[in-house]
């Protein structure tokens, strides 16, 4: 076995960890007031590649495989989570399903413009009506000659109010549904018919927009189905192929989050004197951290590993589950210690800590919820 990360993969650790600390980690705060990322910070990750991470080099990204782009991702939500999601959307569940299943011609039309980060793209699934039960989405396109008009309504849809690119999933046959009656298109923002509605107000992730997405009559024509004509119907296993390899990502950015609280509550722990001592001198202070330690190191294996197996070409529903699942419940359960070791001070919002806790709090919701995961967990293991 070899625990090894390739040089190439550690170079790009070491790119990421020096914008974070330089660039990213002294605006946090203001991002996080003013609930937006500034445009030249977008420019900067726009140098560095990191809306194309995952694209590979022939259509103008950097090509890196799973495991690569979990450790970009550990290093950024290190500071505040919304910087991931900026890139992260746009990169993952916004493009792949283009990437998986697109026509050659799809490719070479929109994947350059993603990942040079000139086009930011979203992915419109759920709905009102449609969360876990991604099949029953109720937004639909009606075949009109050689296009398919749309309307319906999509909320909760990371990026949709900075994309100029939609992947958006519909249903072209209601009996059908899941099985040959769903579609996935490729919509453009400039499309008539196509509007940004209301931004939600979150518990966390400032400085990244949620909003809805509305359908209005919106035509399309048949080339913007994913895939093309053969693809009409096939649009939810485009869809659950996207949200598969989203788990891992989401793995890895509950990893870092939960990384950098145990390196703050060890400082805080050596610094915070009460009954004369270091806090970190009390049996429970340290079971704590020691808790957060090992768990962290847990969640760290089975992520790189699961990640590791993918990029060997192995199949990795089960894994992939598994490391989603598990790291993002303990990031949470690290972030609650968190709070506990920094007393009074782990509520305030002059500390990061409340921060993290309430951003962390979102990743055993999002890109399937850990219920669904383990639903996915047991049926691998029950199936014949
Ligand atoms: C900040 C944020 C950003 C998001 N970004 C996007 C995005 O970019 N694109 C997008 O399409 N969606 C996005 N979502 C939506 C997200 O994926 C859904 O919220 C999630 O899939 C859960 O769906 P729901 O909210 O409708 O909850 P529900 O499906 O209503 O679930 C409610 C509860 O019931 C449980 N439950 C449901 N069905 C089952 C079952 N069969 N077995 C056991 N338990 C079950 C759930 O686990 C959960 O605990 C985002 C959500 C948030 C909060």
């Known amino acids: 076995m070899d625990f090894e990360i390739p040089e190439s993969l550690r170079m790009m650790q070491e790119t990421i960890r020096r914008f974070v600390k330089q660039d990213l980690e002294p605006i946090s705060d203001k991002v996080e007031e003013e609930d937006n990322i500034p445009e ?7 140098e560095l590649g990191l809306f194309g991470l995952s694209i590979p080099e022939e259509y103008g990204g950097l090509g890196l495989g799973t495991l690569g782009e979990c450790l970009v ?53 759920s709905e009102p009506e449609a969360g876990s039960d991604a099949g029953n989405v109720q937004t639909a396109a009606e075949r009109d000659g050689d ?82 004509e053969p693809m009409i119907g096939q649009g939810f296993k485009t869809a659950m192929g996207v949200l598969d390899k989203g788990r891992l990502t989401m793995g890895a ?6 990384h950098k609280l145990l390196e703050l509550c060890v400082e805080y722990s050596k610094e915070r004197v009460q009954f004369g001592k270091p806090i970190a001198r009390f049996q429970s202070v340290g079971n704590m951290l020691a808790d957060m330690a090992t768990e962290i190191y847990a969640g760290r294996q089975m992520l790189y590993h699961a990640a590791w197996l993918r990029d060997r070409g192995k199949m990795v529903i089960k ?66």
Request: with cysteine; net charge positive.
């Open 253 to 258: 950015c509950a990893l870092g989050a939960a």
């Open 147 to 228: 296009h398919f008009v749309i309307n319906g309504l999509k909320h909760f849809i990371t990026n949709g109010d900075v994309a100029s690119l939609a992947t958006v999933i519909a249903v072209t046959d209601k009996k059908k549904r899941s099985r040959g009656g769903i579609t996935a298109f490729v919509v453009e923002k400039s499309t008539p018919g196509f509007y940004t509605g209301t931004i939600e107000r979150k518990m966390g992730l400032r400085g990244s927009h949620t909003c809805e997405l509305i359908f209005d009559n919106c035509r399309v024509p048949v080339e913007n189905v994913i895939g093309g």
């Open 319 to 384: 894994e992939a589950s598994m490391a989603k699942l598990f790291c993002t419940e303990m990031a949470c359960r690290v972030a609650d210690k968190a709070v506990q070791i920094f007393g009074g001070m782990g509520y305030m919002k002059d500390l990061p800590v409340e921060r993290f806790y309430r951003d962390l709090r979102l990743y055993p919701i999002y890109e399937g919820t850990s219920e669904i995961q383990r639903l996915v967990i047991a049926r691998e293991l029950t199936k014949d």
């Open 40 to 46: 030249e910070i977008v420019q900067k990750m726009r």
């Open 73 to 125: 991702y550990e290093e950024l939500t290190k500071t505040n989570a919304c910087f991931r999601s900026r890139i992260g959307t746009s990169n993952g569940i916004g493009s792949m399903g283009i990437l998986f299943d697109g026509t050659e011609g799809q490719k070479r039309k929109y994947l350059p413009r993603i990942a040079s980060g000139e086009w930011t793209t979203c992915f419109a699934l």
